[in-house]
């Protein structure tokens, strides 16, 4: 799956988050197009990278309750009514990072509203387009996240941009699964060993879900 | 699966995130490690769940 991360931010090399988010999409091949480096925008060819993507990511800090002025631009100059009918069934997601904690996103929180609801200009427009939208990947306050907690965002964020279904516990493990295959991890006996561990854990957990819901089944059946 | 494999799986994580130099693959360690954790944590639901209605006289 191709996944286009569109980048808006003034300033991009001296943002902390932004280099270090894209040392995630490079890990999974995720093209980086960062926009406020271009002068102006090659409508055609901005669309072409569109076209040859799968999902779609608008990447920015919150700026004013909606992103940086090159998006907007961007945009305004890219899409069309007409344009919108090539992107339908295309995935779009927004990774957006903040200087304020999660907790000041809610009602009755320091800014009252949540992203979701900051941001519903871009759920229109995935509507309108027919796309599906996946639920906002959202940043708060990089700059105070501890060690763990910022290689776990790594993480995350590649999963955002890579991994092929809903997230649920077991498209994870999927995920990770297919990733010791893919990436260049050490190879040694103990690697081995815990990659077929953790594959042995992942079927059993598939094994308890299909007996759990056997087990339902049977009960229906007798109920009816 | 029982509860000492569980805990070489958690320690054998915990040494690879512990000594691995590069960056990017502490992070994949990390990962591991947090999923791991939740599928132990769902296991014994499901198991728990499971015991529950084998258990559940009414179905006797």
């Known amino acids: 799956m191709q996944t286009l991360v569109i980048v808006s931010h003034p300033d991009v090399d001296n943002s902390s988050t932004q280099q270090f988010l894209q040392q995630g999409a490079h890990l999974v091949q995720a093209k980086w197009h960062y926009l406020d480096k271009l002068e102006t925008y090659n409508v055609v060819q901005e669309r072409q990278l569109l076209l040859n993507s799968q999902r779609i990511i608008f990447q920015f800090p919150l700026y004013w309750y909606t992103s940086p002025a090159s998006l907007a631009k961007w945009l305004a100059q890219v899409l069309s009514t007409k344009f919108l009918d090539n992107l339908e069934d295309k995935e779009l997601g927004l990774a957006v990072s903040t200087g304020l904690p999660a907790k000041d996103f809610q009602a009755g929180g320091k800014i009252g509203y949540h992203l979701d609801q900051i941001l519903t200009p871009y759920q229109a427009l995935a509507q309108q387009a027919k796309m599906i939208f996946l639920p906002i990947f959202a940043i708060y306050q990089f700059s105070y996240l501890s060690e763990i907690e910022r290689l776990q965002l790594l993480m995350d964020y590649q999963r955002y941009l890579s991994q092929t279904k809903l997230d649920s516990l077991k498209n994870r493990s999927d995920w990770y699964l297919n990733y010791f295959q893919h990436q260049q991890l050490t190879q040694n006996q103990t690697t081995q060993l815990i990659q077929d561990t953790f594959r042995q854990t992942t079927q059993e957990l598939d094994n308890l879900q299909t007996t759990l819901k056997l087990i339902k089944q049977d009960e229906d059946d007798t109920l009816e | ?60």
């Open chain 2, 1 to 60: 699966m029982n509860n000492s494999k569980n805990q070489w799986l958690l320690e054998q994580i915990q040494q690879q995130l512990h000594t691995e130099p590069q960056y990017e693959k502490r992070a994949f360690w990390q990962g591991l490690k947090t999923v791991v954790e939740q599928q132990q944590d769902r296991i014994q639901q499901l198991q728990a769940e499971i015991d529950g209605h084998l258990w559940n006289h009414e179905q006797w």
